[in-house]
């Protein structure tokens, strides 16, 4: 694939502080990957580096081609802060066609854009009676104009509620089916972890992990959880099988490595008759982060 954003052992300091140290990573066309990382991991500070807004201290970065913050690369990113701020006396449909004019696009999408964030039932109403997702809304619609080959999203589903969560990523998923790039960052860890491609973990400025979370979990090598349940009776049976299991109230929890996730399988199969249930529940990406920044030292 394609890569929009690279970027080669980028480091940046602050009075000394390395907030950025030896970072390196690439996004690829039609890829979506979060970024994720503590406060103070330096995920803001790579932002603004991607953006232009600051310039690195040494390393190299690509922005579809061009130098972050070159007038080609402005024109083909778009980025949607936390906390979007906009005029309270404009409707929602004034303010998307003032970002279009601005953008030199046609202002008759401005309905489409807002229709298609969820907000043309809210069109006319002033943003100053928004809710602080609808607000998030309009942002979306803003970072929408102009079909943008890179999105970089700082915490973007912040204010919005369950359901409108579901449709934002519903909606990444179909910008990075037409191919743009999407590196977003969140706290959300339960959030992008079915719904983007890659992972990227920073970690007090350091890159300490990237991957699937297929090969995060197999990187960090962490126990995998089993919940058993026996049919009355046989708990003891099923014990003598899996004395490493403990009761756990109705039920017999085990945790195993990777490496013998299978092996303790078959164990299990081989007592069908005696066991009404297994769950197996692998690390959550919230272990796979805990465990990285912690082998960091964080």
Do not use: W
Request: charged letters at 20%; a negative charge; one cysteine or more.
């Amino acid at each position: 694939m394609t890569s929009t954003l690279t970027i080669s052992h980028l480091t940046k300091a602050f009075g000394g502080v390395k907030a950025l140290s030896d970072v390196s990573l690439d996004v690829a066309a039609g890829e979506r990957v979060a970024l994720l990382g503590h406060n103070g991991a330096g995920k803001s500070t790579l932002m603004k580096v991607i953006l232009g807004l600051i310039a690195a201290d040494s390393g190299e970065i690509s922005v579809c081609g061009s130098a972050p913050g070159d007038a080609a690369a402005r024109a083909r990113v778009a980025y949607l802060p936390e906390n979007a701020t906009f005029h309270s006396a404009l409707t929602g449909l004034e303010q998307i066609t003032y970002y279009l004019r601005l953008r030199g696009e046609d202002t008759s999408g401005a309905m489409t854009l807002l229709d298609k964030v969820g907000l043309g039932h809210a069109a006319n109403r002033r943003i100053g009676t928004y809710s602080k997702g609808m607000r998030q809304r309009v942002g979306l619609a803003q970072t929408l104009i102009g079909r943008p080959d890179l999105l970089i999203l700082d915490e973007p589903t912040s204010g919005l509620d369950p359901v409108s969560r579901r449709d934002f990523y519903q909606l990444l998923d179909g910008l990075a089916a037409e191919g743009a790039a999407i590196l977003l960052s969140s706290h959300a860890l339960t959030e992008v972890e079915a719904r983007t491609d890659r992972l990227l973990i920073l970690s007090g400025g350091k890159m300490v992990a990237t991957g699937s979370l297929t090969d995060l979990r197999r990187e960090a090598a962490l126990p995998v959880a089993m919940h058993i349940t026996a049919i009355n009776g046989y708990d003891a049976d099923v014990l003598s099988v899996l004395p490493d299991a403990i009761r756990v109230g109705s039920a017999l929890h085990l945790t195993c490595t990777q490496e013998e996730k299978l092996g303790t399988l078959a164990l299990v199969a081989g007592l069908k008759e005696k066991v009404a249930d297994i769950d197996v529940i692998p690390p959550s990406l919230e272990d796979i982060y805990s465990h990285f920044s912690r082998r960091d030292g964080q």
